[in-house]
């Protein structure tokens, strides 16, 4: 087994680091990157369900917690 040092240690390293992040990047990066993909493949495949008849429990659907509600006007 071979004891790398100095500079072969260093490119050694390197290009272990470069060769990780070359196998990460479609993985994990891209996807963060760029969502757009990924929501026209979720938009195509929920197309056709409703979401109210496959809610569990007859629980109300998710709405957001955070939206502004409209006054009431008399």
Known sequence: MAIFRGWRYTA???GF???LGLTLYPI???PMIDVSEYKQIQKEARKNIRQ???QPG???VWSDPF????P???
């Open 12 to 14: 050694f390293i390197g």
């Open 17 to 19: 680091i470069g060769l």
């Open 28 to 30: 994990a990066i891209s």
């Open 52 to 54: 109210e008849d496959i």
């Open 58 to 60: 007859n629980m109300k």
């Open 67 to 70: 939206e502004r509600k409209k």
């Open 72 to 74: 009431e006007h008399d």
